[in-house]
């Protein structure tokens, strides 16, 4: 329980910062306001929107017992949380899905390769599309 509210701290200090950043160093939001919005939507979110992405990265965790789990969840979370003290954006997925990753080869787990490279395709073309569309509105 303690490494998931930490993992929950961390991207609260890198992720949800990401989205508050934006807002508020454009001057569109103020910092609280920001804070307050990105909060309540990250938890609508994870309600109407995160059942499939919990299932995609759940599946990688298959076969991990309680230990396990938990040190991925802190080995993910001190690495964003170090990224996050040298003001650094990361990618909090690219963290658990490495952390899952390494534990299920430390643990002489199956890996499914074909759901990494899914998930690896789409950090490499999500910045494209998100930079083209932007021109492109």
């Given at each position: 329980?303690?490494?998931?509210i930490?993992?929950?701290?961390?991207?609260?200090?890198?992720?949800?910062?990401?989205?508050?950043?934006?807002?508020?160093?454009?001057?569109?939001?103020?910092?609280?306001?920001?804070?307050?919005?990105?909060?309540?939507?990250?938890?609508?979110g994870?309600f109407?929107?995160?059942?499939?992405?919990s299932?995609?990265?759940?599946?990688?965790?298959?076969g991990?017992?309680?230990?396990?789990?938990?040190?991925?969840?802190?080995?993910?979370a001190?690495?964003?949380?170090?990224?996050?003290l040298?003001?650094?954006?990361?990618?909090?997925?690219?963290a658990?899905?490495?952390?899952?990753?390494?534990?299920?080869?430390a643990?002489?787990?199956?890996i499914?390769?074909?759901v990494?490279?899914?998930?690896?395709?789409?950090?490499?073309?999500?910045?494209?599309?998100?930079?083209t569309?932007?021109?492109?509105?």
């Amino acid at each position: 329980m303690i490494t998931a509210i930490f993992m929950a701290w961390a991207i609260g200090a890198n992720d949800s910062a990401k989205a508050v950043g934006t807002a508020v160093g454009s001057g569109i939001l103020g910092f609280k306001r920001a804070v307050l919005l990105i909060g309540v939507f990250v938890f609508i979110g994870v309600f109407l929107g995160g059942s499939q992405v919990s299932s995609t990265v759940g599946g990688l965790a298959e076969g991990m017992g309680t230990q396990t789990v938990e040190l991925v969840l802190f080995s993910a979370a001190t690495t964003v949380t170090l990224a996050s003290l040298w003001g650094n954006p990361i990618s909090t997925t690219q963290a658990i899905i490495g952390a899952l990753v390494g534990a299920s080869i430390a643990e002489g787990l199956p890996i499914d390769w074909p759901v990494v490279e899914k998930i690896v395709v789409t950090w490499i073309v999500s910045p494209a599309l998100a930079g083209t569309l932007a021109v492109g509105i």
